[in-house]
């Protein structure tokens, strides 16, 4: 006997009772189905970013807008309200997780938090200009993430529930997925976006199916004359089953259609043997503060050189940028054409570990390339190398001769010739402080001839202050802006510098690649015998290169960058074979000062040991003139839940741990510190600023004893930001430079107001964890990867 289902509709006034959001026994499995299309929308945000870190701001974002979407229905709320609770409550979130510092009672926006947020948004938008995907997760594009995130869920949530439009909110969310995987790099495995996205889409409709029935009317059947209303919805099992077998065949069944990951019918890109690919300078900060995300590249050499990829001869003036026209590729076969002169001839083998790309790293100039697993072309005007096809891929290996040049720097004054116009160019809107800057540099030096001059404006730049905490601003008075600070990382040292010789008339351009790296074998290095330096994103770098004539192109070095990893040429070493580390641990060695401030520090390690923030004391009478009553309950109150939040969420500094962790430990101590005293760090300030601001502080002027404790750990902070081992007996130093300063700092307080600062103290220090639990990265994250000035 066979079954019929109908459906009894109802009167014409019950249907029109939907248009209001349902508030019943299905709002939860449509609650349910929603989150899951959303978040699953969300995953290919992954792509890109850099890492997954960037996924929870942006994943709890989402929730965050569906639960007060679903709040605002409990209580009634109209569309206009439920919009204007949504745009509070973003506000309250982008407060908390960017801009917590501007908020007061660290809860409530103010007007700092419109003027900071506004800032934000713009540099975001800036920002996606310039960095190419994926990009490390910077807060300015993770604004514009989590509100674009917000915004789409907030519109899916009301089509869903207000609008009765499931397929359309499907469709939305289709868009939110479909526009991180165009902007990402291609990649492999498509069906983990894809399956996810898929089945919470289906899902979705077959939740809302049953609504839709229960909309029209209710089930009836002539076994069931009451009806099956309120009952399990009988068009799930079918349509999951059919859901299931619809994905399964999708997933395995895509790679045999026709042109499945098949390249295009006819290629437009790189006609004419033109390679396209971004201007690599635009990511130099993001993988400086990366920091040591581990070897990128292998590189086995004799002596210490750099990597190049490719030189920017073009200064854009509008956008503040150097690039160049195009990379144009020919046969890398046989010998490459070499400027004149004499050289020093080395072999250099370079192993990719986990880098990709167009730009193939060489030191330059090349001579020949010996061995190459990667189809490769050369740009003779650039002297850049570009791997065809599928570019350069991890596992590759380069094995080339290298050659430096010998000639003195008379012969190379002497070749010089008047110059390309095109080497010399500047645009109208370069700012005038860029060309009077570089005279009043000269003149001071008295330097007459090209090599005089580069030397004298590298020598001047190398004076000045490091710091990653500056935006990469491509756009308006940045050039201007690093003058006045003399403030900046290699993007601004190497591009001033170039523009500043070719206001001089002296050809110049920016190189891009990688400093020399690590040694695997420091001792082997020192002697000057082939061994491997292991390369890291945190070797990332910008230089400048002169021509000189028929001679060619000179490195210069205009960036003090503190892990001293650089090479600074000088007028009796143009081609120098170590680092500034490398001179600097030489001559450490040579010459080891018994009585140096580091002895002194140590030799009274005991008695000024840093104190672990511990729980505060209770107050005395008198003092500030405080009631002892009042100090007492506000001492233990804060004490109570300070120390039981820190017996959670504390940092393991003790002295066992590993050297960097102990020296970045000391640092923190003594920003927690400052933040007890009133002054934590500001946004702009290097390590060695901030840490000189803290013993300028003192109102009685600073001892000395705690100047030489700032500067001693400010250096051995830098040390642990990049270097992969530290000098012996660091952690040491750093630990009784903490101590000094705490004892100093803290000297003369009385006891209610060093209760206050400890407990201040305590809850930065509580802050901070709490932060790192949630994973949230913020500015303070950021400097704590910002190598010393």
């Not at 499907?170 to 479909?178: D, I, N, S």
């Amino acid at each position: 006997m066979s079954t019929s289902l109908t459906t009894d509709r109802p009167a014409p006034a019950a249907a029109l009772a939907v248009a209001a959001p349902r508030v019943g026994p299905r709002e939860g499995t449509l609650l349910v189905a929603v989150c899951a299309l959303v978040l699953s929308a969300c995953l290919p945000l992954a792509r890109v970013f850099v890492g997954f870190d960037a996924l929870l701001p942006i994943l709890g974002a989402a929730v965050a807008a569906l639960l007060v979407d679903a709040g605002c229905r409990r209580l009634g709320f109209g569309p206009l309200s439920t919009l204007a609770a949504q745009v509070l409550a973003w506000a309250l979130f982008v407060g908390l997780v960017f801009l917590p510092d501007t908020l007061l009672l660290g809860l409530v926006p103010t007007f700092e938090s419109l003027s900071a947020g506004r800032d934000l948004w713009l540099y975001g938008l800036e920002l996606i200009q310039v960095r190419p995907a994926p990009a490390f997760p910077e807060p300015g594009l993770l604004l514009l993430a989590v509100t674009g995130v917000w915004a789409v869920t907030h519109a899916v949530d009301g089509l869903v529930f207000w609008l009765a439009a499931p397929i359309a909110a499907a469709v939305l969310a289709l868009v939110m997925w479909t526009v991180p995987l165009a902007l990402a790099p291609p990649g492999t495995s498509a069906w983990v976006w894809a399956v996810p996205f898929l089945a919470a889409a289906a899902g979705l409709l077959l939740a809302h199916a049953g609504s839709d029935v229960e909309r029209w009317g209710r089930w009836v059947s002539p076994s069931d004359p009451a009806g099956l209303r309120g009952k399990r919805n009988p068009l799930a099992p079918a349509g999951s089953a059919l859901t299931a077998v619809a994905i399964v065949a999708g997933t395995l069944l895509s790679g045999s259609l026709p042109g499945y990951d098949q390249g295009p019918w006819y290629e437009l890109r790189g006609l004419g043997g033109t390679t396209l690919t971004t201007n690599p300078i635009v990511g130099i900060q993001q993988r400086l503060v990366a920091g040591d995300t581990g070897p990128v590249l292998r590189v086995t050499t004799p002596r210490p050189v750099y990597t190049r990829i490719t030189a920017l001869d073009v200064y854009d003036g509008d956008r503040e940028e150097w690039t160049s026209d195009s990379i144009r590729g020919g046969d890398a076969g046989g010998r490459l054409p070499l400027p004149a002169g004499t050289f020093e001839q080395i072999q250099v083998a370079v192993d990719v570990l986990d880098l990709d790309g167009v730009f193939v790293p060489f030191p330059y100039p090349t001579a020949r390339v010996t061995d190459s697993t990667a189809d490769l072309r050369y740009d003779d005007r650039l002297g850049a190398f570009t791997a065809r096809g599928e570019g350069m891929q991890p596992g590759d290996r380069f094995v080339a001769e290298a050659v430096l040049s010998t000639e003195p720097p008379a012969a190379l004054e002497a070749a010089s010739r008047p110059p390309d116009p095109a080497l010399v160019a500047v645009p109208a809107s370069l700012p005038p402080q860029v060309a009077q800057t570089a005279r009043d540099i000269v003149q001071r030096a008295g330097a007459t001839t090209p090599m005089e001059q580069a030397l004298a404006i590298q020598d001047e730049l190398q004076s000045w202050n490091y710091s990653l905490e500056v935006p990469a601003s491509h756009s308006g008075s940045a050039m201007a802006r690093f003058l006045e600070t003399r403030t900046g990382y290699c993007e601004q040292y190497a591009g001033t510098m170039a523009a500043m010789l070719r206001t001089l008339g002296i050809p110049a351009r920016v190189a891009v690649g990688f400093t020399p790296g690590t040694p695997v074998d420091p001792a082997a290095a020192a002697r000057g015998e082939t061994t491997a330096y292991e390369v890291s994103l945190a070797n990332a770098h910008a230089w400048v290169e002169v021509q000189f004539g028929s001679y060619g192109w000179l490195a210069f070095e205009p960036t003090p960058r503190s892990d001293g990893n650089v090479l600074v040429p000088s007028a009796a070493n143009l081609t120098p074979a170590a680092t500034v580390e490398q001179e600097r641990t030489r001559d450490q060695v040579a010459a080891p000062a018994p009585d140096s401030p580091e002895d002194d520090l140590l030799s009274g390690q005991d008695r000024v040991a840093a104190p672990p923030l511990p729980a505060p004391a209770p107050p005395v009478a008198g003092g500030d003139g405080a009631s002892p009553w009042a100090a007492a309950g506000i001492a233990a109150s804060v004490a109570t839940v300070l120390a039981g939040g820190l017996l959670v969420l504390r940092r393991r500094t003790q002295p066992d741990g590993a050297p960097l962790e102990r020296v970045l430990a000391a640092r923190d101590r003594v920003g927690w510190l400052g933040a007890g005293l009133g002054l934590p760090a500001a946004g702009s300030e290097t390590d060695g600023e901030y840490l000189a601001r803290l013993v300028r502080s003192r109102q009685d002027g600073p001892p000395g004893r705690a100047v030489t404790a700032a500067e001693l750990l400010a250096r051995r902070v830098g040390q642990a930001r990049w270097a992969r081992t530290l000098p012996e007996g660091a952690a040491q130093v750093a630990e009784a430079a903490a101590g000094v300063l705490d004892a100093e700092l803290t000297a003369g307080l009385s006891r209610s107001r060093l209760v206050a600062v400890r407990a201040r103290a305590a809850s930065a220090r509580l802050r901070s964890a709490v932060r790192t639990r949630l994973g949230v990265r913020r500015r303070e994250g950021d400097r704590a990867r910002v190598p010393v000035g």
